[in-house]
């Protein structure tokens, strides 16, 4: 709840999660992608498209596909036509193709097993599901390129060929590929990639007087009317295009600089909470890769940030923080899952940045594995994964 003298009118604009109805200066963008599939409004089942979008964190790649498949769902629904947007973000499945897969098909089939099925099999259950459905389906693989890294050619290749195999019936999934760059697609092979290639997608990054706008128009939405003064907007505008013109920095910026106010008993949004903000936000880490984990990563990140807050040190052996990790466990109700699993949690959360491991040599004998908290405090990293888990669990 927003406090009565917040300068929040509803900060859940400003979640990473929030679609905004309106996307400022991605018309032409949107537009391209209404032309490519406007045969789901015209002729569903005769042919089927699949397309890249392309361009930097932060420019509104997700966005604009969520916003583009619901824009689709509600016009197919007003025309009786069946039709479904699914969303997914292969990292979450850390570009696995076989969970990808069930997900969509408990989309239709809530009780299909999650094991005993291989992607192929999954695959044509699929296929199966639509034809008995009567549906059109638009799949957008949102951070396709770790499904490429994870699963090769072959994967990407089954996906787009999967109507070759299906001669002379209804042609029901289509694709939104989200990518950063395209450097993934250079690994496969000259056939998928030309099948991939043809619809291209760009989302240039945004300019400061673009910025201007989107920031403006969630200003509008998130905070109290004159919360927020111009001169504020184009600062946090202008941290934002440093920020390779990305649009969700400026609105973190945003929401945690209205936290700094709230806390300070501002009643606006001052230049010093912009400040204090852009201090605490690393561009190195961000909240929604935070939010992306799964449980047990975020407890035993949860265990080094307690265990760096308590103890004034550099570093952690490995074993020390696994101890750590089994008293959290406790505290959440939960069974501590294994040292080698511990192990792939800490090889994944040096991927993202979040740790560095070393191996160092050991006190007593041979080798052994330290980690240190590059780049965020370990005061900030309890209270993110205190407040996330706390979400999961469905606590208040
Ligand atoms: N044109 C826009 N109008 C309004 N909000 C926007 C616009 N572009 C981006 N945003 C907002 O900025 C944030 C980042 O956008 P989005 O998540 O779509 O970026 P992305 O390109 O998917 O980035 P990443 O590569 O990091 O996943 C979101 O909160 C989104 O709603
Ligand atoms: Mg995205």
């Not at 959290?328 to 080698?340: A, Q, V």
Request: proline content about 3%; hydrophobic content about 40%; charged content about 30%.
């Amino acid at each position: 709840m927003t406090s009565l003298c917040s300068v929040f009118r509803d900060e859940s604009k400003l979640d990473i999660n929030y679609i905004p109805a309106e996307l400022p200066h991605r018309e032409r963008e949107q537009r391209l992608l209404e032309e490519f599939f406007s045969f789901i409004l015209q002729c569903p089942g005769r042919m089927t498209q699949r397309v890249i979008l392309v361009g930097d964190v932060g420019t509104g790649k997700t966005a604009l596909a969520q916003s583009f498949g619901a824009d689709l769902t509600s016009q197919t629904k007003r025309k009786n036509l069946k039709f479904h947007y699914i969303h997914i973000n292969c990292r979450e499945f850390r570009g696995s193709l076989q969970p990808i897969l069930h997900k969509i098909v408990t989309a239709f089939r809530s009780n299909y097993p999650a094991r005993g099925y291989a992607a192929d099999e999954i695959l044509s259950t699929l296929m199966q599901v639509l034809d008995e459905e009567e549906t059109t389906l638009i799949v957008t693989l949102d951070e396709f390129d770790s499904l490429i890294e994870k699963e090769g050619s072959d994967a990407v290749y089954k996906l787009t060929r999967i109507h070759e195999t299906r001669q002379g019936k209804p042609q029901r999934l289509s694709f939104i590929f989200i990518m950063r760059d395209l450097k993934a697609t250079e690994q496969l092979d000259d056939s998928t990639k030309s099948t991939l290639q043809r619809n291209i997608i760009r989302l240039e990054r945004y300019g400061k007087p673009q910025l201007i706008d989107i920031l403006n128009a969630r200003v509008a939405l998130a905070f109290r009317l004159g919360a927020v003064e111009e001169d504020v907007v184009d600062l946090v505008a202008e941290l934002a295009y440093l920020e390779t013109g990305n649009a969700r920095f400026g609105i973190e910026l945003l929401w945690r600089a209205g936290k700094y106010a709230d806390a300070s008993e501002f009643s606006h949004v001052r230049a010093e909470c912009i400040r204090s903000a852009v201090s605490a936000i690393l561009p190195t880490l961000r909240r929604s890769d935070l939010a992306s984990l799964g449980f047990h990563e975020k407890l035993f990140l949860l265990a080094i940030a307690r265990y760096f807050k308590e103890n004034q040190e550099a570093y952690v052996q490995i074993g020390e923080a696994e101890k750590a990790y089994k008293v959290i466990c406790e505290e959440y109700d939960e069974s501590p899952k294994s040292h080698t699993q511990i192990w792939t949690y800490v090889q994944y959360l040096s991927k993202l940045g979040i740790l560095k491991a070393e191996v160092v040599a050991a006190e007593t004998r041979g080798r052994t594995n330290r980690l240190s908290l590059p780049s965020i405090p370990a005061f900030e990293l309890e209270q993110e994964m205190q407040f996330s888990l706390q979400k999961e669990k469905g606590e208040p």
